[in-house]
């Protein structure tokens, strides 16, 4: 038996590989538009897309990674 936190977990999952095949769908399509309005062009663009919007419809995916920083030289 599954155990609440793993069912959520299920769920969340099932909700962000909707949302993503749903936009990689439209960006396929030819539909799918930036939000200035754009029609999107890049893959690597529409993926950001998927993600995001995935996260926002609360999918458990992981914040985008930050470059490290640069020291400045002296």
Do not use: H, N
């Not at 609440?4 to 969340?12: H, I």
């Not at 998927?50 to 419809?57: C, G, N, Q």
Request: aromatic share 2%; glycine share 8%; hydrophobic share 30%.
């Amino acid at each position: 038996m599954a155990t609440k936190k793993a069912a959520g977990k299920k769920a969340a999952k099932k909700t962000g590989d909707k949302k993503i095949e749903k936009v990689m769908g439209e960006y396929k399509r030819g539909s799918l538009k930036s939000s200035s309005g754009d029609k999107v062009t890049s893959r690597k663009q529409a993926v950001a897309i998927a993600l995001s919007e995935a996260r926002e419809a609360g999918a458990d995916i992981p914040e985008k990674k930050k470059a490290p920083r640069k020291a400045k030289k002296s």
